[in-house]
C-alpha cells in the first residue's frame, strides 16, 4: 500500500537539511529585492545631486556612467569569497562567552577592521541561533551613525565570522576611569566600561553628553523593531572621535548565562545572609560608599569576561518572562546615568544572584549616598529611568521624552554627533589598541579550517551528536560584503 503523508517519517537530519535549504532561499531572495530597492535609490539620490548641480548634458552622463561603475564594482565585491586566509591577525582586543575579537588587516587594501570570530558548537549549545540572525540583522539594517557597521560575513564548518568596523575609542568604560573631571586633558579612548573604570565619577555634563548620544543609539534601533536587552558600559564603544556606537546585539556578554532568567529560579527562598557584598547593601558612610566604588572597580574587568557575568543593567521585567518591550532598554540608561554620576552601579553587589535580588526590589535598594551629591535634576531623571515599565522616560514617545526632561535641556539633539566629544579622546594610528584590554595568552594565528578539522570537529560532533544535534547546520550568514 502506497504510504501516506500521515505515515511519512523524516530523520532529524532531513529536517535540518530542510529547514536550511528554507532559510538559504529566503535570504537568498530577500537580498535580491533589498538590493534591487537599494540601486534603485541610490540611483535616484544621484539625479536629484544631478539636477542641483547645474551640469550640462555630458556632465550629466559622465557622472551616470562613473556610478554604473561603481555598482558594478560593488557587485563584484558582494561575489567575492572570503576566508580567514584573506586577513592578518595583528591583535586579540576582546573576548565573550562564544568566541574572541581580534583586530586584522585585510590583505590586499590594507584596511583594518575588528573580526569576531563566534564558535558554532557552542551557540548551539546554547540554543542561540536565533539570536546570532537578530545580530546580524541589526548590523545590517541600523543607522551606521550609531551602531557599528558590519562589512562581511563568512563561515566555515567551525566558526562564525564578523567582519566589522574598528572603533579605536574603545568603550566608554575605559574612558571614565581615564578621564580626570577638572581637566580638559586629552584621553585614550576605550569603551565605555573602561572609561568609568579609571575614574570615580563624571560631571554632569559629561554625563549629559554620554546618555543622550545613548539615548539617540538606542532610539535607532527601536525604530528598526529591536531591542537590544543587555546595554551597559561594555556595549557602548567609542569611535576615533569620542562619539557613541552600539554593538554586541546579544552575541556575546548579552548570552550568557546569568542573563537567563533560569539561572536566578532558585534564589527565591535564598536568605540574604547566604550571601556577601562587596558593594554594600544600602546606604551608608562616606567609606562605605567609597568602598562600594572601589570594590566595583577591582571586580568589574573580572565581571565582564566571566562566563557568569552580571544582571546589573538588566531591567527587572527581562527576569520575569512575563513580557518586555522597548522600556527594558530605557532602564539600563538609567542605571548607567547613576554608576556615571555615583561611580558603581545603583544594584551592585559580589555576586549575580545578590544583584538580581536586589534589581527585583528595586523599589527599596535604588538609593543616593548623601556623600556623592547630584542635581535634582539628575537624580529625578535616574528614578523616572529605573521605575515601573510603563511609567519609565521614553517609554511612550521614546527620544521626544527625553528632550523635554529638565536634566537634558540644552541639549542640541540634532547636531549632537557633529559637535566636539565631552571628553576629547586621540588615536595614535589606524591600528592603535591602547583602549583595549591585553591578552598576552591567546596564540595570535588564525588557523584555516582544513587544518584543525581533525581534531576539532571530532571532538564538536562527539559532544553535539550525544543531544542528537548536527553540528552542521547553521542559519546561513551573507557570503561576502553585506
Not at 36 to 47: C, N, S, V, W
Not at 65 to 81: C, D, I, W
Not at 247 to 262: A, E, I, N, P, Q
Not at 270 to 283: I, N, R, V
Amino acid at each position: 500500500m502506497a504510504a501516506t503523508e500521515s505515515t511519512i517519517r523524516f530523520s532529524g537530519h532531513t529536517l535540518d537539511k530542510a529547514t536550511k535549504a528554507k532559510v538559504t532561499l529566503e535570504n537568498y531572495y530577500s537580498n535580491l529585492i533589498a538590493q534591487h530597492i537599494e540601486r534603485k535609490q541610490r540611483l535616484a539620490k544621484l539625479e536629484e545631486s544631478l539636477k542641483d548641480e547645474g551640469l550640462s548634458e555630458q556632465q550629466k552622463q559622465e557622472k551616470r556612467l562613473q556610478h554604473a561603475q561603481k555598482e558594478t564594482e560593488f557587485l563584484r565585491l558582494k561575489r567575492s569569497r572570503l576566508g580567514v586566509e584573506d586577513f592578518e591577525p595583528l591583535k586579540v582586543i576582546g573576548r565573550g562567552a562564544f568566541g574572541e575579537v581580534r583586530l586584522v588587516q585585510k590583505k590586499d587594501t590594507g584596511h583594518v577592521y575588528a573580526m569576531k570570530i563566534l564558535r558554532k558548537a557552542d551557540m548551539l549549545e546554547k540554543e542561540q541561533v536565533a539570536h546570532v540572525r537578530a545580530e546580524r540583522d541589526v548590523l545590517v539594517e541600523a543607522d551606521h551613525q550609531w551602531v557599528v557597521k558590519m562589512y562581511y560575513s563568512f563561515q566555515d564548518p567551525i566558526n562564525l565570522y564578523l567582519i566589522m568596523e574598528f572603533l579605536p575609542g574603545g568603550k566608554i568604560s575605559f574612558l571614565i576611569s581615564k578621564y580626570n573631571g577638572e581637566s580638559s586633558e586629552y584621553v585614550f579612548a576605550g569603551d565605555m566600561m573602561t572609561l568609568l573604570m579609571k575614574k570615580d565619577t563624571l560631571s554632569e555634563e559629561c554625563t549629559q553628553f554620554y546618555i543622550s548620544e545613548t539615548a539617540l543609539a538606542i532610539d535607532s534601533i527601536h525604530k528598526l523593531g529591536f531591542i537590544h536587552r543587555d546595554i551597559k558600559p561594555d556595549n557602548l564603544l567609542l569611535d576615533a572621535r569620542g562619539h557613541i556606537k552600539l554593538s554586541d546585539f546579544g552575541l556575546c556578554t548579552g548570552l550568557k548565562k546569568s542573563h537567563r532568567t533560569d539561572f536566578y529560579r532558585d534564589l527565591s527562598q535564598a536568605k540574604p545572609s547566604d550571601f556577601m557584598t562587596s558593594c554594600g547593601s544600602g546606604s551608608g558612610g562616606a567609606m562605605d560608599s567609597k568602598r562600594r566604588a572601589e570594590s566595583w572597580k577591582r571586580n568589574r574587568r573580572a565581571l565582564a569576561y566571566s562566563t557568569v557575568g552580571t544582571p546589573d543593567y538588566i531591567a527587572p521585567e527581562v527576569f520575569l518572562q512575563t513580557g518586555y518591550g522597548p522600556a527594558c532598554d530605557c532602564w539600563s540608561l538609567g542605571v548607567i546615568m547613576y554608576e556615571m554620576l555615583i561611580g558603581y552601579p545603583p544594584f551592585c553587589s559580589e555576586n549575580p544572584q545578590e544583584t538580581y535580588r536586589k534589581v527585583m526590589n528595586w523599589r527599596e535598594t535604588l538609593v543616593f549616598p548623601p556623600e556623592v551629591p547630584i542635581s535634582e535634576e539628575a537624580k529625578d531623571t535616574i528614578i523616572r529611568f529605573c521605575c515601573e515599565a510603563d511609567r519609565r522616560l521614553g517609554a511612550q514617545r521614546g527620544i521626544e521624552e527625553l528632550k523635554l526632561a529638565p536634566f537634558f535641556r540644552g541639549v542640541d539633539w540634532e547636531h549632537i554627533r557633529e559637535r566636539p566629544a565631552a571628553i576629547p579622546v586621540e588615536v595614535r594610528s589606524i591600528d592603535d589598541t591602547s583602549n583595549f584590554d591585553e591578552f598576552p595568552d591567546v596564540k595570535l594565528e588564525i588557523r584555516k579550517y582544513a587544518e584543525r578539522f581533525l581534531i576539532t570537529i571530532t571532538l564538536a560532533r562527539r559532544s553535539i551528536k550525544r543531544r542528537g544535534e548536527h553540528l552542521g547546520y547553521f542559519p546561513p550568514i551573507t557570503q561576502g560584503r553585506v
